[in-house]
């Protein structure tokens, strides 16, 4: 799946871009979920901004397939329907979202266990909000140098930072996908949230991605390739590349320019599918009802 977009943002900037998730080589089903939100002009989801993520579903039997989908849809509808400061709006997104999927997982036996990592971007003016949990990652390029802006929720990222274990150590020693955070799996977690936005600027582009890309492509490529194409092709020849080192997990991955503010064209997008929570009988909140 592909998708692109294209929106103005409040004062100099613009933001051009595109999404792709991929099966791969080895999984029978894609348990990844992008989504990306391009308001057009003059609407009121303008002043929100531009919304982008990445949610890599678990769980097993395609129930990670629903807690990643449910998550991208719920933080989606959430972000839109606040009036609230973006790091307030995406924390509320990420709080709903991960009680949506636990009410799913109780009223759904068949799912019990399901959760998602979920890294999500916010775009307002010439400032970038993040929200983070698990370990898909959001990257900025600026100048030719790729920087990670989120932080692996893993045991052995854990390890590196609390200082017990180096680099070298976590490449080669087991347990290094054991993720310490996800939505949908206990009431509470601990997201990394951006207080205050990073600033952005004309030729910076950001990255979303899933670790079915990362694990299999080196910072060094992603940034070799990123600075080299369009968002649309970036995206496809980074999805190649982890399809050509095996394919062994769902690969996703978004690339986002930013450049010189022109008139936004692309009319709302999002690349979710809806899916039907029932809490005392209403949906849950910011999850539309099945149309069937």
């Known amino acids: ?50 919304l982008a ?60 266990g399901m959760g998602t990592t979920c890294t999500a971007i ?20 600026r100048d030719g140098a790729l920087q990670q802006l989120s932080d692996d929720q893993t045991l052995h990222a854990q390890l590196i930072r609390d200082g017990v274990m180096t680099p070298e150590e976590a490449r080669t020693s087991p347990g290094g996908n054991f993720i310490l955070q996800a939505l949908g799996a206990r009431d509470k977690f601990e997201a990394t949230l951006f207080e205050k936005g990073q600033e952005l600027r004309v030729g910076d582009v950001v990255l979303l991605c899933s670790d079915g890309l990362y694990n299999l492509v080196t910072d060094a490529e992603i940034a070799k390739v990123v600075s080299a194409s369009n968002p649309q092709e970036a995206c496809r020849e980074l999805i190649d590349k982890a399809l050509a080192a095996g394919g062994v997990d769902n690969v996703s991955v978004g690339v986002f320019r930013i450049v010189g503010a022109t008139l936004a064209r692309n009319r709302d997008q999002a690349a979710t599918k809806p899916i039907r929570i029932v809490v005392d009988g209403a949906a849950a909140p910011g999850v539309s009802p099945d149309p069937a």
């Open 1 to 50: 799946m592909t998708t692109m977009a294209e929106r103005a943002s409040p004062g100099a900037l613009r933001v051009v871009g595109a999404m792709l998730t991929d099966i791969g080589r080895v999984r029978s089903t894609n348990e990844d979920a992008v989504a990306f939100v391009a308001p057009a002009e003059g609407t009121p989801e303008e002043d929100v901004g531009f």
């Open 53 to 112: 993520l990445v949610a890599d579903g678990m769980g097993g039997h395609a129930a990670g397939e629903v807690a990643s989908a449910l998550a991208a849809d719920v933080v989606r509808r959430m972000v839109y329907s606040s009036s609230a400061a973006p790091p307030r709006a995406l924390r509320t997104a990420f709080e709903t979202a991960n009680r949506a999927i636990l009410d799913h997982s109780a009223a759904n036996p068949d799912t019990r």
């Open 122 to 141: 916010l775009i307002r003016g010439n400032l970038l909000w993040l929200a983070h949990v698990g370990d898909s990652r959001a990257y900025l390029l």
